[in-house]
T-cell receptor
Framework: GNSVTQMEGPVTLSEEAFLTINCTYTATGYPSLFWYVQYPGEGLQLLLKATKADDKGSNKGFEATYRKETTSFHLEKGSVQVSDSAVYFCALPTSGGSYIPTFGRGTSLIVHP | NAGVTQTPKFQVLKTGQSMTLQCAQDMNHNSMYWYRQDPGMGLRLIYYSASEGTTDKGEVPNGYNVSRLNKREFSLRLESAAPSQTSVYFC???????????FGEGSRLTVL
């Protein structure tokens, strides 16, 4: 089945710093790729997605580009805020046509004022 | 627009007690899921229901049972709780496309 590997955290940044959280995947074919975010005390919510190679997903200042050459979907943000402190999960469908996502272990982001 | 609603949000049980976690979604989604989240383990799928009337085991089904009561509701039951089942439980639903889930706010369960 498909799988993802994301960098371990925590990632600790100062406000307005540049953020990159790495995610690489192993998959059959070219499935959709996702980033989910979990704010403290809440459930996961979809942050962005890309449905095909070279697509760029974006939302709330975050971006990720579906790169099939490097099998990567790294999450980036140019200037983080304290309110971005959360756990970020990379995900993709478990297998072709499956609705069930496989999640990475999650990367905790801590942003200091 | 409530989305996915879970009850209760917090529960403390003694070893051997039983309880049911309730989940309901108002998005007319076909598929529903139960996950548990533990530190360092990420999210692990317990059971899922691809459509009303069907349920299937996920990665960690032992010690749990589920019921897909109707299209809206999917409950998770612990028949005899164990300390290893101390966790945060999330219900989710999907209907827009592969991998795109909507989550509830979670239920924090402690088994003493």
């Amino acid at each position: 089945g498909n799988s993802v590997t994301q960098m371990e955290g925590p990632v600790t940044l100062s406000e307005e710093a540049f953020l990159t959280i790495n995610c690489t995947y192993t998959a059959t074919g070219y499935p959709s790729l996702f980033w989910y975010v979990q704010y403290p005390g809440e459930g996961l919510q979809l942050l962005l997605k890309a449905t095909k190679a070279d697509d760029k997903g974006s939302n709330k200042g975050f971006e990720a580009t579906y790169r099939k050459e490097t099998t990567s979907f790294h999450l980036e943000k140019g200037s983080v805020q304290v309110s971005d402190s959360a756990v970020y999960f990379c995900a993709l469908p478990t297998s072709g046509g499956s609705y069930i996502p496989t999640f990475g272990r999650g990367t905790s982001l801590i942003v200091h004022p | 627009n409530a989305g996915v609603t879970q009850t209760p949000k917090f529960q403390v049980l003694k070893t051997g007690q039983s309880m049911t976690l309730q989940c309901a979604q108002d998005m007319n989604h076909n598929s529903m899921y139960w996950y548990r989240q533990d530190p360092g383990m990420g999210l692990r799928l317990i059971y899922y229901s691809a459509s009303e009337g069907t349920t299937d085991k996920g990665e960690v089904p032992n010690g749990y049972n589920v019921s897909r009561l109707n299209k809206r509701e999917f409950s998770l039951r612990l028949e005899s709780a164990a300390p290893s089942q101390t966790s945060v439980y999330f219900c989710a639903s999907s209907g827009r496309g592969p991998g795109e889930l909507f989550f509830g706010e979670g239920s924090r369960l402690t088994v003493l």
